[in-house]
C-alpha cells in the first residue's frame, strides 16, 4: 500500500533554511525588513521542498489574515439558489473577488446576513472573530443598512460598500445604476421610441430610486413624458407579470418597457404574448442584469450587462490598498455597465410613431 506524502510545512522550510518560524513568515509576507541573503535562503528552501504558504503561515506575521470576507443578503440569496432560475450575482462576485485575491495572495470568504435579522450585529460580530478578516465587501441592501455600515465603522477593519453612493465609513462603489438606465432610455429614444415604461426594482435597495432617476433624466432631455410610465416592482417575477400587465393595458400603452432585472423582464414578455403583442415588433424590452436566462429568450433580451465580477475584483483592490496605508479614493469609484445588444428591441410600429 503507497504511502501517502507527507505534506510540506513552514517548520520543514525553517529547518532547512536554518532560520526561525517567523522569519519564514515575514519573507512569505513579503515584509520589508529582511535582508536580501536571507530572502534568497528561505526561497531556496521553499522552492527546494515545493512549499506552498498556507493561511495559517502567513498569519504569523501576526499583521494580517489575507482574508477578504463579501457579505450577502440571506433570504433574498437562498431564495434565488432555490429557485434555479439561473440568478448568477453569487457566481459573478466569486469570479471577480477570488481571481483578484489570488493576484495578490489573498482568499475570499462569502457569508450570509439577514438584512433584517434583530441579532445582525451578533452574527456581523461571530463572522469577524472567527475570521479576522482584513476587509469586508458589502453587497446591496447591506450596502446601505445604517446599523450594519455603523457597525462595521467601529471595527477598524476596511469594508466596500457596492452599489452605494453614500459618503462616510467605508468606502462606496457604484455600478452606475443611474447612468446605466439613461443608457438604456436614450437607446431606445434613438430608435425611435416615445412611450417608455419603466418597472423599477424594491424600495429597500437604493439603486432601484437611481436608475429610476436615469430614465426620468433621459426622458426629460428629450422632453418625453413619464406620467403613468412608471409601475414599481419587487425584482420578483409576479410583480413584474403585474407590473408589465398595467403598463401594457393603458389606453396609450408604452412601445418600450424597461425592467429592472432580468426576472421583471421575462414577466413582461410572456405578459406582452398574453396579450397578443409580439416582441420586439408591437414591443420593444430592455432589461437590468443580463443573467445567462435572457441570452435563451425568444426573442434573446438586450440588457444592461451589470459589471459585477469588475466590481468585485475592484473592492478587493480597494480593500488590499486600505490594508496598505492607502488613502481611500477622493471620488467616488464608479464601474460602468454595458448595454448588451439582442433581439428585443426594434423601432415602434408605424401605426403608433
Known amino acids: 500500500m ?29 515584509e520589508p525588513n529582511v535582508r536580501a541573503e536571507m530572502k534568497q535562503r528561505v526561497q531556496a528552501s521553499i522552492d527546494k521542498l515545493g512549499y506552498v504558504p498556507s493561511i495559517a503561515a502567513q498569519r504569523m506575521s501576526g499583521s494580517r489574515s489575507y482574508l477578504i470576507l463579501a457579505i450577502n443578503d440571506r433570504e433574498r ?90 459618503d462616510g465609513a467605508g468606502i462606496p462603489l457604484s455600478m452606475d445604476d443611474e447612468g446605466s438606465a439613461r443608457t438604456a432610455t ?24 437611481w436608475r429610476v432617476d436615469g430614465w426620468r433624466a433621459a426622458m426629460a432631455e428629450a422632453n418625453l413624458p413619464t406620467e403613468a410610465l412608471l409601475e414599481a416592482g419587487d425584482f420578483s417575477y409576479a410583480s413584474g407579470e403585474r407590473a408589465a400587465r398595467r403598463l401594457l393595458q393603458l389606453p396609450q400603452r408604452p412601445t418600450a418597457i424597461i425592467a429592472s432585472n432580468d426576472q421583471m423582464a421575462l414577466a413582461t414578455l410572456e405578459v406582452a404574448r398574453d396579450l397578443g403583442l409580439t416582441v420586439p415588433d408591437d414591443l420593444s424590452v430592455i432589461s437590468f442584469d443580463n443573467t445567462p436566462l435572457v441570452h435563451f429568450t425568444q426573442p434573446p433580451l438586450t440588457a444592461i450587462d451589470q459589471p459585477i465580477a469588475a466590481t468585485a475584483s475592484r473592492a478587493v483592490e480597494l480593500i ?27 423601432p415602434p410600429p408605424a401605426s403608433i410613431r
Open 77 to 166: 440569496t437562498i431564495a434565488d439558489w432555490r429557485a434555479r432560475q439561473g440568478t448568477d450575482w453569487v457566481d459573478q462576485m466569486l469570479l471577480g473577488g477570488m481571481l483578484k485575491c489570488a493576484e495578490h495572495g489573498y482568499r475570499m470568504i462569502f457569508e450570509l446576513i439577514d438584512t433584517h435579522d434583530d441579532h445582525v450585529e451578533r452574527e456581523l460580530l461571530a463572522a469577524i472573530a472567527a475570521l479576522q478578516p482584513d476587509g469586508i465587501i458589502l453587497t446591496p441592501p447591506h450596502s446601505d443598512n445604517p446599523q450594519i455600515v455603523a457597525f462595521l465603522a467601529g471595527q477598524n477593519i476596511p469594508f466596500v460598500r457596492i452599489g452605494s453612493h453614500e
Open 186 to 209: 436614450r437607446y431606445l429614444i434613438g430608435r425611435g421610441h416615445a412611450r417608455i415604461g419603466f418597472i423599477a426594482g424594491s424600495d429597500e435597495y437604493n439603486l432601484s430610486g
Open 320 to 346: 488590499i490598498a486600505a490594508q496598505k496605508g492607502e488613502e481611500r479614493p477622493a471620488e467616488l469609484t464608479v464601474i460602468s455597465a454595458d448595454l448588451v445588444e439582442r433581439g428585443s428591441v426594434a
Open 2 to 30: 503507497a504511502r501517502r506524502r507527507q505534506a510540506v510545512t513552514i517548520k520543514h522550510v525553517a529547518a532547512d533554511a536554518g532560520v526561525s518560524l517567523q522569519t519564514v513568515s515575514r519573507v512569505i509576507n513579503n
